[in-house]
């Protein structure tokens, strides 16, 4: 061996390679081998300080706060009884809001499609200012 100072043995006891490339874990502090560096790997006694995981309501999609030695199923069933802010109606609000204001059109669209001239909301069949009969400027910009 050349360099015999460069890189560290692996800390997996089972392991003990020489890594030039060592990687340090961030629970524990002790030095691993690529195939040793996952918590599950070498086993880590620390791995509750980093290794943390917060559940969401699968409704209302809000990180549910679980405390050390508590089962995060049971305390996301207990957010779901008591205070989640969850509204089914919400889930079925109107898409197409935005009604064409041409006299005798019901038609309503998803986005606004505000007239330049004149500023009303019209749908795509009535969006130009001749299909509107536009009061908004003097001449009209095309006839085509």
Same mark, same amino acid.
């Not at 205070?83 to 089914?88: E, F, L, M």
């Not at 130009?128 to 400027?137: I, M, N, Q, R």
């Given at each position: 061996m050349e360099l015999p100072w460069l890189g560290e043995h692996c800390s997996e006891r089972t392991c003990k390679q020489l890594d030039f490339l060592p990687l340090k874990c961030d629970a524990c502090g002790e030095v691993f081998?690529?195939?040793?560096?996952?918590?599950?790997?070498h086993k880590c006694s620390s791995a509750y300080k980093k290794n943390v995981q917060v559940p969401v309501c699968p409704l209302c999609n809000t990180p549910? %706060?679980?405390? @050390?030695?508590?089962?995060?199923?049971? &305390?996301v069933?207990?957010?779901?009884d008591k205070?989640?802010?969850?509204?089914?109606a919400q889930q079925k609000q109107k898409i197409f809001?935005?009604?064409?204001?041409? %006299?005798?059109? @019901?038609?309503?669209?998803?986005m606004k &499609?505000?007239?330049e001239q004149c500023g009303g909301n019209f749908c795509i069949k009535h969006r130009?200012?001749?299909?509107?009969?536009?009061?908004?400027?003097s001449h009209p910009l095309s006839k085509a």
């Open positions: 081998c690529k195939d040793h560096i996952r918590y599950d790997d549910i %706060p679980v405390q @050390k030695g508590e089962i995060p199923d049971i &305390v069933g207990a957010h779901i205070n989640c802010k969850y509204n089914p809001t935005n009604k064409c204001l041409k %006299p005798g059109c @019901k038609r309503k669209e998803m &499609v505000v007239c130009h200012p001749l299909d509107h009969e536009c009061k908004g400027s």
